[in-house]
Antibody, heavy 117, light 111 residues
Framework: QLQLQESGPGLVKPSETLSLTCTVS??????????WGWIRQPPGKGLEWIGS???????YYNPSLKSRVTISVDTSKNQFSLKLSSVTAADTAVYYC?????????WGQGTLVTVSS | QSVLTQPPSASGTPGQRVTISCSGS????????VNWYQQLPGTAPKLLIY???QRPSGVPDRFSGSKSGTSASLAISGLQSEDEADYYC????????????FGGGTKLTVL
């Protein structure tokens, strides 16, 4: 059974860079059939796609976040990562990693990241 | 402001049939398939319907999806108390360089 697990700091200071890693188990991140990516959900609000990456490294980013987002992949560790720079309180959210296969069919449990000094 | 438009709330009594709508445009629902997700309180979203009307293994046939033009609907028949959750629609959007877009979510209350 495929599992995804987010990890990273739960508290980030304003203007700094948020960094999260998603570890994939029960399947290979190098499968040619899938993209991998990030979605976030501010407290009490809806879902927002951040971006996606293919195992080869090709990426798609949400246009509204593109200038601040970098998603990378490490196939040797079966992991992919998110970096979001210049964060503000508006970036406080639960961050989910997920597999994209024409739909988002597997999700991590999510990790809350709070932006506060 | 979400790209896909859903009603913020819906409700029904046990056993009833309820529907949740999702309205988009030609660049998303009009040209791509629609997916639906169920999010129980404090948990990650779970795939409920994919490719407009397909159910993943394990999803009861009480849940069904449909699409017409630039709109889609999720129907839940034989409503149960455990169906109380937030429901989101999602689709790929071909505008700009492409992106996944979501509805704002519908809070379903079982009365």
């Amino acid at each position: 059974q495929l599992q995804l697990q987010e990890s990273g700091p739960g508290l980030v200071k304003p203007s700094e860079t948020l960094s999260l890693t998603c570890t994939v188990s029960g399947g290979s991140i190098s499968s040619s059939s899938y993209y991998w990516g990030w979605i976030r959900q501010p407290p009490g609000k809806g879902l927002e796609w951040i971006g996606s990456i293919y195992y080869s490294g090709s990426t798609y980013y949400n246009p509204s976040l593109k200038s601040r987002v970098t998603i990378s992949v490490d196939t040797s560790k079966n992991q992919f990562s998110l970096k979001l720079s210049s964060v503000t309180a508006a970036d406080t959210a639960v961050y989910y990693c997920a597999r994209f296969s024409g739909t988002l069919d597997y999700w991590g449990q999510g990790t809350l990241v709070t932006v506060s000094s | 402001q979400s790209v896909l438009t859903q009603p913020p709330s819906a409700s029904g009594t046990p056993g009833q049939r309820v529907t949740i709508s999702c309205s988009g445009s030609s660049s998303n629902i009009g040209s791509n398939t629609v997916n639906w997700y169920q999010q129980l309180p404090g948990t990650a979203p779970k795939l409920l319907i994919y490719s407009n009307n397909q159910r993943p293994s394990g999803v009861p046939d009480r849940f069904s999806g449909s699409k017409s033009g630039t709109s889609a609907s999720l129907a839940i028949s034989g409503l149960q108390s455990e169906d109380e959750a937030d429901y989101y629609c999602a689709a790929w959007d071909d505008s700009l360089n492409g992106s996944w877009v979501f509805g704002g979510g519908t809070k379903l209350t079982v009365l």
